[in-house]
């Protein structure tokens, strides 16, 4: 018995000095826990959110958006639009070098948005209006369009607006991930794929002294139990991606705050309408929204820190229609919808549902839900290049939640998934009605005329459900409570001028 | 001894071929299309025929077989679709990482298992050799990424003595590295330790009957320098054995214990390729796996051989 | 685990007594008892799961998520409020089936091959052996994960994956067994007597070679659990609301210090389950063994 206690006491003696010799993190330094593995560090090919959260420590853009999607300048210190809207200017800021010191000038501007209209580029659909791009004094572009784009100032304000060094480009081509270098404040210095990226401050960058860390360090740390626990033990200084069920415990640690974000996003069920089958009847497709209870999703699966809605854009948001309220959850009306559409109960349905452990945690609540409201809802949970092919392929009834992560601007949230010809509208949605609202809100360049349209379209899918719109995120960021400064962009992504660690 | 090694090495060849042969196979047997997965979610028709005609989707399976084996054969294993980089660097950066995993954990299973495995010949159909049985059953029966996440939340979670996760290289920080380390190599050596104590209490017990053991015994020498040195001694041949060939076994093993501490090891990145369908990146480790499979077996010849003093005396 | 052979018999006249001599060297074995109790046990709770559960395994109840264990849930509720005790118990059925069915894929596949093989000899049996020997090179577990992604996740295409995945172990085996027992005086006397060579390989040569193939399936068995159990916890087994342990352990992880019970019952399960097949097969190895 004696001897197990002093057993005891000397497994604790190690633990103790174990964890004195933790090691001590350089206040200078920032360590950044990202939940997945960024894909490829270049606009081009950048298609992930998490890629983006990288080059945004990393670069400036051309522009910028606030939290009220307002659009600040960047590397283009103003800009004007011709009479027509055909032709916009871009003045450019002065004296600003590229991180491996070549200059900062118009050409380098022309250069990479050619680049990101080449066949291949992700970014291609996102500039398909520019029609030319002329580099007319170092510091003046000039963007011809095709048409009048109320849209394009939110693209250069997104991944299109981030530029990089000629000199790399022409060396790397479309390797240029592997070691990027933009106008920025901090440069690349080494990534280990799926453990880390590091970047170091840039001294020749013109806005440095914004800036206190000397060194960025991402750690990529997919299992979200395990990225807490490291930032809980002070391995970390800030995380993203905080599963929300975990924030009230978060929120009792007086070491760490929680800083929760808001960006446009939304979360649906994607119903196939191009498939025979229940769906394509509109009565079922209502029938399931009343089989539907949003907000005990978002309380359940979310412990409330999520926001509800059935729009593209979230309820509190001044793009919202305010006519089209979140309906309640009515199980009798749904089977009354079924009687009406002359199907029996229970109507079957698949969701194809991404593998990861939340929206599988969303699914089995439908799933629920369906139940005692007519439907006898299966899941088919696949990882996301399965679901890739199947939805590619129409092969699937209804799929979700999925949906755009973030946005800077409407028209992303909006045209992909319900334009005909939109490159995410995988419920094969054909509206003319709809077609010609949002053909509307790209060439409206009056922003009240533009809100009208969109909330226009966005009644219309209230009322034809090809997809339906379940909730918001609001992506939460947990720091230790010495971080100071916390702020991010529009499109929600961490910017690091004025945050410091006392 | 020369000629026998040639011998083995000649016959490693086909295996190799075959491994190879096997692990191209499996670009075939994922699902999904790899040229959506390049093009993404937006990508239009054309590009996808583009993309197939540039990555060689459409060519026959032979084909694209040799342009791959002679690839590899220079030591090119492809651009990741995703990142971008080069699978071999990538893949080279992350051996030592699994490597070192495994040397942790080979270590931790040779420190418990042979030590108890021996204790347990000895005292043979006592409690303690009930104990240890039971202790190395339990071993092998534990799943180890359940064992990884129990450590995790006892010694991280609960205790904070421990990182969760992560993995920091020796030569940066070195006492941050053994403390990372601690976890995952008990989780991935527990089964082998197990394994490694049953095989040294049967080959001790196999010993320890023969004759000159018990003429050793016999002729008085102290019962210690019996165990040690008579007993010990020759029962090692089986052990090194084992543990060499385990050692492939624990580079398969790593791949969920990577998974569960988030280790950036071969380990992660072939179930990370899996997911994201990079095909080549599977390849390429299920490729390097097989070889180092082969090439433990024939290290186990070898150091059989060389352990083995009649076997040498015979061929010589 | 290579088995050493047993005195082969050839007469099925002999085989009660043998069984029975066995049976007993089996009950002698406390170990292998325990084993078997434990094996019967989750058999039962598989079987009767409906009669044992204390609720139904995929009822969500929203009001009750995350509740820690108490008399109304002895293992407490998961992330969606459902009685994780009732989804161990029903878990059972997943595990105990895949374990069985992926150990039959395999032995259905490797046996006749490995026999086949040894039987034959020459160049026939070399190029078999190289290829297997290749198959064995190959991890097993990164072979399980890359046929289950294939096939996509599901629980049979998982029994699929394993099975699949270590059918070389059993080519092997069996193949061993057929090359010792083939130079058998029986198998000549057979021969001789004008024995077809089909009616040699299944009466004579797999009857021989069964019992070492048995103890090779129990321990398979116990394997097969587990991989079952890693592939559901990367997503690629059992598929919700149904439950597996593996899948359990997979939702449990993101609630590890929220919910570690969620965490910690399940892995219980596939441990003690583990740890029965494992004691069996070596209660049976030891009781084959003619050396003791």
């Known amino acids: 018995m004696k001897r197990t206690t002093s057993y005891l006491r000397s497994a604790a003696l190690i633990g103790v000095l174990a964890a004195s010799f933790g090691s001590v993190a350089n206040a200078a330094d920032l360590r950044f826990a990202l939940a997945d593995d960024p894909d490829a560090l270049d606009t081009k090919s950048n298609r992930a959110q998490t890629g983006l959260t990288v080059l945004t420590v990393m670069c400036d853009r051309l522009m910028w958006t606030d939290s009220k999607l307002t659009i600040l300048p960047g590397l283009a210190k103003s800009w004007s639009w011709s009479d027509d809207g055909k032709e916009l200017t871009l003045d450019l800021i002065e004296g600003a070098k590229f991180q491996d010191g070549t200059p900062f000038d118009a050409e380098a501007v022309k250069i990479n948005i050619e680049r990101n209209k080449e066949k291949g580029s992700q970014r291609a659909d996102d500039i398909s209006t520019v029609a030319s791009v002329e580099a007319v004094s170092p510091t003046k572009v000039l963007i011809k369009v095709s048409e009048p784009s109320a849209q394009l100032l939110s693209k250069l304000a997104d991944r299109v607006g981030i530029v990089f060094s000629p000199t790399v480009i022409k060396e790397l081509g479309d390797n240029l991930g592997r070691a990027p270098v933009c106008v920025g404040p901090y440069k690349f210095v080494e990534r280990v794929a799926q453990d880390r990226i590091v970047l170091e401050k840039d001294a020749n960058y013109y806005d440095a002294a914004k800036y206190a860390f000397d060194k960025v360090t991402f750690r990529i740390i997919p299992d979200d139990a395990v990225r807490l626990a490291n930032l809980q033990s002070g391995e970390l200084d800030l995380m993203e991606k905080l599963d929300p069920s975990n924030a009230a415990t978060v929120a009792e640690d007086k070491n760490l705050q929680i800083i929760p974000m808001t960006v446009l996003n939304n979360q649906t069920v994607v119903l196939n309408l191009n498939r025979e089958g229940p769906m394509k009847d509109p009565k079922v497709r209502e029938a399931l929204e009343m089989a539907l209870d949003r907000q005990a999703i978002v309380d359940v699966a979310f412990a409330g820190q999520y926001q509800a809605g059935n729009q593209f854009v979230a309820p509190d948001s001044p793009f919202y229609n305010a006519d089209f309220p979140i309906p309640a959850r009515d199980p009798e009306k749904a089977k009354a919808l079924i009687a009406e559409a002359g199907l029996q109960e229970p109507v079957p349905l698949k969701i194809l549902v991404p593998n990861r452990p939340l929206s599988v945690r969303v699914g089995e609540m439908m799933q629920a839900m369906g139940t005692n409201a007519g439907f006898a809802i299966t899941l088919d949970v696949v990882d996301f290049a399965t679901t890739l092919k199947l939805t590619d392929e129409g092969n699937f009834e209804s799929w979700g939640p999925i949906g755009p992560q973030f946005a800077n601007d409407l028209d992303t949230v909006a045209y992909p998934v319900l334009h005909s010809t939109g490159g995410r509208n995988l419920s094969r949605y054909k509206s003319p009605e709809m077609d010609k609202l949002l053909e509307a809100t790209r060439t409206a360049t009056d922003p009240a005329k533009r809100m009208e349209l969109f909330k226009e379209a966005s009644a219309l899918a209230v009322k034809d459900r090809p997809v339906l719109y379940l909730y918001h995120q609001k992506p939460l960021f947990v720091a230790t409570s010495k971080l100071k400064g916390f702020h991010a962009t529009g499109d929600g992504f961490v910017k690091l001028d004025g945050m410091t660690i006392d | ?316 | 685990m290579s088995i050493s052979v047993s005195a082969p018999t050839a007469a099925s006249d002999k085989a009660p007594s043998q069984f029975a001599w066995l049976a007993r060297r089996f009950i002698r074995n406390r170990a292998a008892l325990f084993g078997l109790v434990i094996v019967g046990l989750f058999v039962i709770l598989a079987v009767f799961a409906p009669l044992i559960a204390p609720f139904d395994p995929i009822k969500t109840n929203w009001s009750m998520i995350r509740k820690a264990p108490s008399a109304l849930h002895w293992f407490g509720t998961d992330e969606l409020g459902r009685d994780v005790l009732s989804r161990v118990i029903y878990g059972a059925r997943a595990s105990l089936m895949a374990g069985v069915v992926s150990v039959l894929i395999a032995f259905t596949i490797g046996v006749p091959i490995g026999i086949v093989s040894g039987y034959i000899g020459g160049i026939f049996d070399t190029v078999v052996m190289r290829i297997i020997d290749a198959f064995l090179a190959i991890p097993f577990l990164i072979m399980a994960i890359a046929l289950a992604a294939f096939l996509g996740p599901s629980l049979t295409n998982a029994m699929i994956a394993i099975g699949i995945s270590s059918a070389p172990i059993f080519a092997r085996l069996a193949r061993g067994q057929t090359l010792v027992i083939k130079v058998e005086e029986y198998i000549e006397a057979a021969y001789s007597l004008g024995v077809r060579p089909m009616t040699i390989l299944v009466k004579y040569i797999f009857v021989n070679a069964f019992p070492p193939l048995l103890v090779q399936s129990t321990l398979a068995i116990a394997t097969a659990i587990i991989a079952e159990a890693a592939l559901a916890f990367l997503g690629l087994g059992q598929q919700p609301p149904d439950a597996s342990w593996g899948s359990m352990l997979n939702a449990g992880r993101s609630s590890l210090s929220l919910a570690p019970w969620m965490s910690i019952y399940p892995g219980i399960a596939i441990f003690l389950t583990v740890l029965g097949f494992n004691l069996l097969g070596d209660g049976l190895h030891d009781a084959l063994d003619p050396k003791d």
């Not at chain 2, 931790?108 to 050799?129: K, N």
């Not at chain 2, 150091?303 to 061929?315: C, D, E, G, I, Q």
């Open chain 2, 1 to 316: 001894m020369f000629g026998f090694l040639v011998q083995r090495v000649l016959a490693a060849i086909p295996t190799l071929f075959i491994i190879s042969l096997i692990v191209f196979s499996l670009q075939q047997l994922l699902p999904g299309d790899p040229a959506l997965v390049i093009g993404g979610g937006e990508a239009s028709p054309e590009m996808l025929a583009q993309i197939r005609e540039q990555y060689g989707f459409n060519d026959p399976f032979l084909v694209q077989y040799w342009h791959w084996i002679t690839n590899v054969m220079q030591g090119d294993f492809g651009v990741s679709f995703r990142t971008r980089e080069e699978i071999g660097p990538m893949l080279a950066a992350k051996i030592p990482v699994t490597l070192t995993l495994a040397t942790a954990a080979m270590l931790v299973s040779l420190v418990i298992g042979i030590p108890a495995g021996i204790l347990a010949a000895i005292w043979r159909g006592r409690g303690w050799d009930h104990a240890v049985t039971v202790a190395a059953l339990s071993g092998i029966s534990i799943p180890n990424f359940w064992l990884g996440i129990m450590m995790i939340l006892l010694f991280a979670v609960h205790l904070g003595w421990l990182p969760a996760s992560g993995y920091v290289s020796f030569f940066d920080d070195p006492i941050q590295s053994i403390r990372t380390l601690i976890m995952p190599a008990i989780v991935l050596g527990a089964g082998l330790a197990a394994a490694m104590m049953r095989h040294t209490r049967s080959a001790m017990l196999t010993v320890m009957r023969q004759d000159y053991v018990r003429t050793a015994r016999a002729k008085g020498v102290a019962e210690k320098t019996v165990i040690l040195k008579h007993a010990f001694l020759n029962a090692q041949i089986p052990i090194i054995t084992l543990a060499t060939l385990q050692f492939g076994t624990l580079l398969a093993g790593a791949v969920l214990t990577e998974q569960v501490f988030s280790i950036p090891g071969v380990g992660k990145m072939v179930v990370d390729a899996v997911f994201n369908r990079e095909y080549q990146a599977v390849q390429a480790v299920t490729l390097l796996s097989g070889a180092a499979f082969v090439l433990m077996s024939l290290l186990a010849d070898v150091l059989y051989f060389v352990a083995n003093p009649k076997l040498r005396t015979k061929t010589l």
